[in-house]
């Protein structure tokens, strides 16, 4: 029997591994959810490993297999939110100018405020902004690779202007906030990206 032969997993094991997968992303859904849940309803440092445990029914010692702590799984959370909103318009395979989703976002934000909201009462808030700019520079700076011959910039200041607009999306994200939605999400997405282009070009 050759090396390849002997490495190449059975279909029985492949379709063990596929199992054990899909239950620890139902596990991980269901601590995230019971955690966004008490958030929703309870200032975020009240809120308790053993709170989140018996909201999701999951044991404490498969909770500490995934998670350090409660704040460990918060950021996940926030983590796979921004992950998915970075890759939106690829995953959608949307063919335009817009380097951000915006109108999806604030679209989302404007159901999920409270979340917000919790996250500036306990003080976090920084540390979501932080990370938000982070994936959304990224995000901004790959749709804006595609425009590089165009815009006739190097490498370095694609990556500087990437992360300018990131900052420059999430304070108007927080002005919309906090301005309880004065702007619909389609003015805002079509406004921010005004702001792009023209300082592009």
Request: aromatic letters at 8%; proline letters at 2%; glycine letters at 6%.
């Amino acid at each position: 029997m050759s090396n390849s032969e002997r490495a190449k997993p059975s279909k029985a094991s492949s379709k063990s591994v596929k199992a054990t997968d899909a239950r620890i992303r139902r596990t991980h859904e269901r601590l995230g959810l019971a955690l966004i849940e008490l958030i929703l309803d309870n200032p975020i440092d009240t809120v308790t490993v053993q709170d989140v445990l018996d909201r999701a029914g999951v044991g404490r010692s498969t909770f500490y297999l995934h998670y350090r702590d409660k704040d460990d799984l918060l950021w996940t959370q926030l983590e796979q939110f921004f992950e998915i909103m970075s890759n939106l318009l690829d995953s959608k395979k949307e063919v335009s100018r817009r380097v951000l989703p915006v109108r999806e976002m604030l679209e989302h934000v404007g159901i999920e405020n409270k979340i917000y909201r919790a996250l500036a009462d306990s003080g976090r808030l920084h540390d979501f902004f932080d990370l938000a700019q982070q994936y959304f520079a990224r995000s901004i700076e790959k749709r804006l690779s595609g425009y590089r011959k165009l815009l006739n910039i190097s490498g370095d200041e694609l990556t500087a202007r990437a992360n300018a607009l990131a900052g420059s999306y999430l304070a108007l994200m927080r002005w919309w906030i906090d301005s309880k939605g004065k702007l619909p999400p389609q003015a805002v997405d079509d406004l921010f990206h005004g702001m792009v282009w023209k300082g592009l070009e």
